[in-house]
């Protein structure tokens, strides 16, 4: 049964690629962690330069941010995350990130629960991320790259 | 602090208003009982007439659906939702809701976590859903039909 | 992968086992309808007769109830629930259910999340349950009445 | 209404006290930085010597736990956790944390949902912890060492 391969288990990040957020911000780098499929929730670590700026989104649910290195904000704030500190977004939240030049690379770690709904200037939806495209981003990567893939969907010990 | 105003409670489900789902579905009744503006979870009872059908969607996390009366399917599954049957929908799955005519009145009650994404034909985003298009529908039945809203959102005992 | 085996089903709840409460109240019984064994969700339909008090507990996490039919309280809440209301609970509230006599057989659909901690007097734990317990109880209750166990910890469509 | 205080916001997590984890382990340190009154969830940095082993427990949904520095392992399990890891835990799974002497003081930073739960040898609960032992903690360090309290439990942007 199910439940007979589920188990506390730990992952080892280093062995996971850096995968390009294509084809949105391809100097984004992501590093899927875990993807649940039964409930969309999604541990990812993220990369990007230093002053760059990422597309308006909301996101479904809630989303926790770690900061691990550089400097970034959401154009919607005034505060500025910075190393060490944790930015809690709760559901239907809507910002358009950006990395601030003076930080340097941004490298922080997101636990998202849900899906990421990217709009345009008229509030049109021009790109969803979720559970499902991120595994596809993922082995896609894996192929084109001569990676065997794990399976980030297990919860298996 | 707010976990003072947190505690187990009781919703008279009975004093709260069956809201048409306008726009989009008119025929369709809503009965909003919680809207979690957190996670964006929502407890909601659903009435539609037998023979209708509804968008197609997905949606951005789980959902549970215990059917009271009527008897509807998905268009994309084989199995019919009959009274006392429980459909435990998981994260970005997609489907179109159809009444059966031979059943009657539709009566579901949904726990849903996160928002509802409906498409057109060719996967376009039509609309999106969630607990704060809820509350907008929901304060502005109150407002029109002279009833005084209760707070659907907090979690107060 | 894991992933592929995850999908939105209809599951067949008259099909599912009334099971007794043992060893703490066998007059209650359960029918455990969907056991999370990732996140500790249970989906569960609840039959207590009338009169009846079950021993005070809290719950790990949230707890929504949805009657069915009957009329129950908590002793610690002047409410009573009765058929159609919801009562929300939130994490690590305490309380002591009792079933009114008046209002005949209790029934009670219960989405939790994680575990009932029960208590005695002195506020010590008596007893623990959870999605382990609850799949022992069933797979016990299955075997010992020759039913071939359905696997309520998949979401396998 | 609840939901105008609900919004995406910053932790200034440097601005937050180590709270020594008394009565249990006074060595280990944990700073709480968001504490759900709703769900139960916590979102703790927990800080312990080398060599350190604690209580065996179990927790009554996930834990997520990244670390940033030390090395750490659970009795159970034949892994090691070294900085930038990501030990993902699944519910009602119990365990017996040991920091690794040749590692140096671990520093983890923890999304735990619902409670934890210490047993002794004979698998009796000898403590419990959730949002609200752990508020209560935090409010008595915080008087005792003059601090003005923040509140833990708001998302209040």
Redesign the interface.
């Known amino acids: ?3 007979e ?10 062995s996971l690629p850096w995968v390009p957020f294509t084809p949105y911000s391809p100097d984004v780098l992501l590093k899927y ?8 929730e999604m ?1 990812v670590l993220l990369k990007a330069p230093g002053g760059m700026q990422m597309p308006r989104h909301h996101h ?3 989303v ?1 941010v ?1 900061t691990l290195s550089g400097q970034w904000k ?1 154009r919607e ?1 005034d ?1 500025v ?1 910075t190393p ?10 809507e ?1 358009t990130p950006v990395a601030m030049p003076e930080g340097g690379e941004v490298l922080a ?1 997101n ?1 998202i ?3 990421l ?1 990217y709009l345009d200037q008229e509030d049109r ?1 021009i790109a ?1 991320e ?3 495209t991120s ?1 596809q981003r993922y082995l896609a990567y894996c192929q084109a790259n001569g990676i065997e893939p794990q ?1 980030l ?5």
Chains 1, 2, 3, 4 share one sequence.
């Not at 391969?5 to 280093?14: P, Y």
């Not at 962690?33 to 969309?40: A, M, S, T």
């Not at 969907?153 to 010990?157: D, K, L, M, R, V």
Request: aromatic residues 12%; hydrophobic residues 45%.
């Open positions: 049964m199910m439940y391969t589920v188990n506390t288990g730990l992952i080892d990040v280093e962690i875990k993807l649940d499929p039964v409930r969309g541990v479904t649910g809630t926790i770690y959401y704030h505060w995350a060490g500190s944790v930015v809690y977004e709760t559901a239907s939240t910002h770690l636990i629960v849900g899906e709904v939806v969803i979720n559970w499902k595994m399976d969907t297990a919860f298996s010990g």
